[in-house]
């Protein structure tokens, strides 16, 4: 079993910055991709962004592309979101989730075996 816990979610203006982080623990992560997710009110859940185990292939959603980043600690099992720039349509709760068994990250939360309680993110005109 994985738990994943999300901080860093908040309040901000538009153009403004934040760093989500997303802790691991229980069964390690090795070897596994990792993935950001977000959901709007009345909107469905959809995908931000995804690294590989490595680090070294990192895939975004086009709505986000050029204003976030994500990257991985391995050694202390965390994975950040920075998201600079931010959009009042950025708003909403964020997700990560450990994709099971493969190295690659995917745009599909149905490839993701386990999820974080979600961390909200609010961004004001």
């Known amino acids: 079993q994985v738990q994943l816990v999300e901080s860093g979610g908040r309040s901000v203006q538009a153009g403004g910055s934040l760093r989500l982080s997303c802790a691991a623990s229980g069964r390690t992560f090795s070897g596994r991709a990792m993935g950001w997710f977000r959901q709007a009110p009345g909107k469905e859940r959809e995908f931000v962004a995804a690294?590989?185990?490595?680090?070294?292939?990192?895939d975004y959603a086009d709505s986000v592309k050029g204003r976030f980043t994500i990257s991985r600690d391995n050694a202390n099992n965390t994975v950040y979101l920075q998201m600079n720039s931010l959009k009042p349509e950025d708003t909403a709760v964020y997700y990560c989730?450990?994709?099971?068994?493969?190295?690659?990250?995917?745009?599909?939360?149905?490839?993701?075996?386990?999820w974080g309680q979600g961390t909200q993110v609010t961004v004001s005109s």
């Open positions: 989730a450990v994709r099971g068994s493969y190295a690659y990250p995917s745009v599909k939360s149905a490839d993701y075996d386990y």
């Open positions: 690294i590989s185990w490595s680090g070294g292939r990192a």
